[in-house]
């Protein structure tokens, strides 16, 4: 009897890495919200607004939890082999 030859398969499929891709890519942009830039042209006046704006104070966090959703939802997902 002749064995089939199998490729060695990945963990994940093509599926599971682009969604993890997602997901990094949704934890980077909310860091980068969270950090926010440049916030006080003068390093003695501490401007409330900017350091507590929306976009950083519930924006960004918002998307970074959401991110590692999608990387726990991106592992766990199992994908179809063809036989």
Do not use: C
Not at 8 to 37: D, E, T
Not at 67 to 76: D, P, S, T, Y
Request: glycine share 8%; no cysteine; hydrophobic share 55%.
């Amino acid at each position: 009897m002749a064995e089939k030859k199998t490729s060695p398969s990945s963990f994940f499929g093509k599926q599971n890495y682009v969604w993890m891709a997602a997901g990094a890519l949704l934890i980077i942009i909310g860091m980068f919200l969270m950090s926010g830039g440049k916030s006080n042209v003068n390093p003695a006046v501490f401007d409330a607004q900017a350091v507590y704006s929306p976009v950083r104070i519930t924006v960004a966090p918002v998307l970074i939890i959401i991110g590692l959703v999608v990387e726990v939802l991106a592992i766990f997902r199992t994908t179809k082999h063809a036989e």
